[in-house]
């Protein structure tokens, strides 16, 4: 009898405590989780063209000799600037100044013989021919002394345009010759500096569609101010402008060049350098979601819409273009949708939420983000980024 009462308190006992158990492990019920959510709008979007681009002075001009000779002085040095009309080097004419003696004798002989045949002539004892032929003789003379005296002002090399020295290859003592395949030094004019990008025949397209005009020089005036990327990824402080474009396309590469001009006043950039060129192109009234909104899904761009119950169901969404935070939407949403901003990796359609709306980012932040973006992507041929201002 006691050891039934024992073992009906026992399973008593061992009920209860799992019972007990089974209470803390169950649960405890979820209601919905709070997602970030924003109203889809429409917007002015300022779309930034980017093209890498070559960087040149106004003027490159290679300095060579017009005449052969060592070089006898160097009166610059690598990246002096120069001005127009400033000796550069000296080169030897030892040789020049004997030639130009010889030539100066020969001009003094033929001199002295139109003087004695003159008197002669005036007399009638000879005929003028013989003083004409002796004149011809001095005029012949006398320009053989003009090209050697001209040699030996060549080799006084001046700089034909202001600038900065180049490269030096030739020291003092050298051979140089006016046939050589390089030159004494390059002066690079770079108070302006021209950047030369091209556009393959899709993007001169959309160019000649985008800006006003019955001309290619008409589409140039009608283009906004270009900005300048620098390698660090920095931006140029002073705008440039479109001004030339080649008429024709490269058969062999099917794109057409571009220039665009930027003042250096402050001799910041260098002839030889790369950067990138932005064009701005606005687009008018368009719709304008964050890239976290955006997902992939077997290949497809979708979005998760939030209902009027709250719960969420998928959009395949086109993407016009991007920018280092937006995507511009051309179809798939409308405007005054709700859509969901992050978080869309957890989610699933029908799945209900908590939508807790966040601020659109500010224009400036877009274009902070887009120049973080470009400085990652310097070497690319063409890139693409967007500012937004709402409307």
């Known amino acids: 009898m006691k050891n039934r009462l024992l073992f009906s308190a026992l399973a ?20 919905p989780a709070p997602y970030p959510v924003q109203t889809v709008t429409r917007q002015d979007a300022t779309v930034f063209e980017e093209y890498t681009a070559n960087l040149e002075g106004r003027q490159n001009v290679e300095i060579r000799p017009k005449v052969n000779g060592f070089v006898q002085k160097i009166f610059v040095d690598e990246g002096q600037e120069v001005r127009k009309g400033q000796v550069l080097f000296q080169l030897e004419t030892q040789t020049l100044n004997q030639d130009a003696a010889a030539a100066k004798a020969a001009v003094n002989a033929a001199q002295v013989e139109v ?5 002669l002539v005036d007399r009638k004892i000879i005929s ?43 020291k003092e003592g ?16 770079t108070r302006v500096i021209r950047a030369y990008f091209s ?10 569609r985008t800006f006003e005009g019955k001309t290619l020089e008409a589409k140039l005036k009608n283009t906004p101010a270009v900005s300048l990327l620098l390698v660090d990824g920095s931006e140029f ?10 008429g024709l396309v490269n058969a062999s590469t099917g794109t057409t060049q571009f220039r665009a001009e930027f003042n250096n006043p402050q001799a910041v950039l260098r002839s030889g350098s790369n950067g990138i060129v932005r064009i701005p192109v606005v687009h008018k009234n368009v719709l304008v979601v964050p890239q976290n909104a955006v997902f992939d899904m077997q290949g497809k761009q979708m979005a998760y819409v ?62 902070a983000a887009a120049k973080d973006t470009v400085a990652t992507t310097v070497t690319k041929t063409t890139t693409t980024t967007t500012t937004t201002t709402k409307k």
């Open 12 to 31: 008593a006992f061992t009920l209860l405590t799992s019972c007990g158990k089974k209470e803390q492990q169950a649960p405890p019920q979820q209601g």
């Open 128 to 170: 003028n021919v013989q003083l004409e032929t002796a004149k011809a003789n001095l005029a012949q003379a006398k320009a053989a002394y003009g090209s050697v005296a001209a040699n030996i002002n060549y080799a006084t090399v001046t700089s034909p345009v202001d600038g900065v020295i180049g490269a030096l290859p030739f």
């Open 237 to 246: 402080d002073q705008k440039g402008r479109l001004d030339a474009v080649q």
């Open 174 to 189: 050298a051979l140089v010759s006016s046939t050589m395949a390089d030159p004494l030094t390059t002066v690079s004019d």
């Open 306 to 367: 939030v209902g009027k119950d709250n719960t969420v169901k998928s959009k395949i969404v086109t993407i016009a273009t991007t920018s280092g935070t937006n995507y511009i939407i051309t179809e798939g949403l409308e405007e005054g949708e709700t859509i969901v901003v992050e978080g869309t990796s957890k989610l699933k359609d029908g799945v209900a939420i908590v939508p807790e709306p966040v601020k659109e980012e500010a224009p400036a932040a877009d274009s």
């Open 115 to 119: 003087d004695r045949l003159k008197p």
């Open 199 to 208: 556009m393959n025949e899709k993007q001169m397209l959309d160019f000649t």
